[in-house]
């Protein structure tokens, strides 16, 4: 057998790790308590073609017109051909996905009885929820419970509450992981493969619907070991986060008919984009943006109040909501957009390697190319699902092969001291407060270089100066927490840079990213399933917002 670690227990690390048990020693790692992750947070859905009435193809097309000509065309018809059986085995592995009511007493695993739902960009209804908005709860829910049986039959070995430093790279290859678990006592695990799915740096920002715990981990370490990155300056801002807590509510309730208003009660989208509320996000969040630029900055509103039974098709958001005296039946919801998804990552192939022999990344660590300049609702836990799964058949497939050579079965031993980043240059606060500013929605050449300028140079790699610190902070001055908070800040700061270095050499317009230092908005062709070039009217939607 050979020694796997994955870190992170989202959708895509929990797939990988459970196609993995048995057949290989598996190591789980998760910085926070199992189950908590994005992926658990999602309500929207997930995406897939299981009913006759629907075509792969208009996934594909759907997925690639959102991605504004951006995508990898191969990675999309991967995600959209492989879909439909990594959803049917979510239903196998307990998932219940909900029913037409007319259907509510039919076979479970049989899709022809669930109800679909439609959000925007997407051409035809084919979202599939679990719980109306509960959906990546059901889904962690039902693989956590498979993983811990597999933990308590000792095919799994499951390290909670446990922060990855760094990876362990030997002679090119990585070798295992350095991280920091109780005590802040620094522990360096050797594996023949890393497998980071470590999710997403929604709190590179000051404003994002990520939990506190989407610090980037896994990108930054993939980062400081040499690992190819690419699309950083794709950073998705979902329209509709709750005003001051960036609680988001979800694109399916507009999917259902929810209305966006104004300061002054006016529906604004129908001049923006022909599909409105559920043109593609990022057409939506940026004229929200600048809704509430025209308006001194106060938010815009939702309207739910003449969705039919809204409260109890989306429970969650209503209990949330109401938690905070409002109420998606009676009131108009002030939101503003938030820092939602990276679509940009680790550069892998089509079964996760990246270029690092050793490593592989799945999920929204990774950048497959599926989403181009701009993710299709409800696409990322699908991507999840279907490059965890290849990345472990990967895996095992170049474990055999490796074999077949008669190479070695055992990882080299790890160099002690992995490389460590410096300090962030500044506060977390400081550093959220500037990325929202130059590098959000709208961004400048000048607003960029500002930024660049404040993190300076000492985001770089670099080793403790006597071996006794972590990120260079000696051990005796630092409690457990606020060794968390410096890795955690300088991962944040160093993936900011490389964020602003990409934004500032794309200076196009395009998808996500907006320079509003250049003319115009780019109108490059994207391409349709048929292999013809089609005009993106998306992105040009958007220069118009």
């Not at 070995?157 to 295992?176: H, Y």
């Not at 008919?257 to 409105?276: E, K, S, T, V, Y």
């Not at 815009?300 to 998606?328: E, M």
Request: overall charge negative; proline content about 5%; hydrophobic content about 45%.
């Amino acid at each position: 057998m050979s020694r796997v670690i994955v870190v992170g227990t989202g959708i895509a690390g929990l797939t990988t790790a459970l196609r993995l048990a048995g057949t290989h020693e598996v190591t789980v790692v998760t910085k926070s308590r199992l189950g908590e992750s994005n992926t658990a947070l999602a309500q929207g859905g997930i995406a897939g073609v299981l009913t006759a009435d629907d075509t792969v193809g208009s996934h594909i097309d759907d997925t690639l017109t959102a991605g504004a000509g951006l995508c990898d065309a191969e990675a999309v018809r991967v995600l959209c051909t492989e879909g439909p059986d990594r959803i049917l085995d979510l239903a196998e592995a307990g998932v219940v996905f909900d029913r037409n009511r007319a259907d509510a007493s039919a076979d479970p695993l049989d899709p022809a009885g669930w109800a679909r739902g439609i959000e925007g960009a997407h051409s035809a209804p084919r979202i599939y929820h679990s719980g109306g908005d509960t959906t990546g709860r059901a889904i962690v829910d039902a693989l956590v419970s498979r993983l811990l049986a597999e933990a308590t039959a000792g095919t799994v070995d499951l390290r909670t509450e446990t922060l990855l430093v760094d990876l362990v790279v030997d002679g090119g290859t990585v070798t295992g992981v350095s991280v920091l678990g109780c005590g802040a006592v620094p522990e360096v695990i050797p594996a023949e493969a890393v497998v980071l799915a470590t999710g997403g740096a929604g709190q590179v920002f000051a404003h994002t619907t990520n939990p506190p715990g989407a610090t980037g981990d896994g990108l930054a370490a993939a980062i400081r070991a040499g690992a190819a990155v690419r699309d950083l300056e794709f950073v998705q801002f979902h329209p509709t986060a709750l005003v001051g807590s960036g609680f988001l509510v979800s694109e399916a309730v507009r999917g259902a008919g929810a209305l966006l208003l104004d300061a002054r009660g006016r529906r604004f989208m129908p001049d923006i984009a022909p599909r409105a509320e559920l043109a593609p996000r990022n057409v939506v969040a940026l004229a929200l943006h600048r809704a509430m630029a025209e308006q001194n900055g106060l938010p815009c509103h939702l309207d739910a109040r003449a969705v039919p039974d809204v409260s109890a098709r989306f429970p969650s958001i209503a209990a949330t909501l109401a938690a905070q005296g409002l109420s998606l039946a009676d009131d108009l919801i002030p939101v503003t957009p938030a820092a939602h998804y990276v679509m940009g990552g680790v550069a892998t192939d089509l079964d996760g390697r990246t270029a690092l022999p050793g490593l592989f990344a799945v999920g929204e660590v990774a950048c497959t190319g599926v989403h181009g300049a701009n993710r299709l609702a409800s696409n990322s836990l699908l991507e999840g699902a279907v490059f965890g799964a290849r990345a472990a058949e990967a895996i095992t497939a170049d474990r055999r092969r490796t074999r077949s050579l008669g190479s070695r079965s055992a990882a080299a031993p790890p160099r002690p001291a992995p490389a460590l980043p410096h300090p962030a240059p500044l506060s977390r606060a400081e550093l959220q407060a500037l990325t929202w500013e130059h590098l959000g929605l709208e961004r400048t050449e000048e607003g960029l270089m500002v930024l660049l300028d404040r993190l300076g140079e000492s985001h770089g790699i670099g080793r403790a100066a006597d071996g006794t610190g972590v990120h260079g902070f000696p051990v005796d001055h630092l409690g457990e927490g606020d060794h968390v908070q410096a890795i955690e800040t300088a991962n944040l700061a160093l993936i900011a840079r490389a964020m602003a270095v990409a934004a500032l050499a794309r200076t196009e317009s395009v998808g996500a990213h907006v320079r509003t230092d250049v003319d115009a908005r780019r109108t490059a062709a994207s391409w349709s399933g048929a292999g013809h070039p089609v005009l993106d009217r998306n992105h040009e939607e958007a220069a118009s917002c």
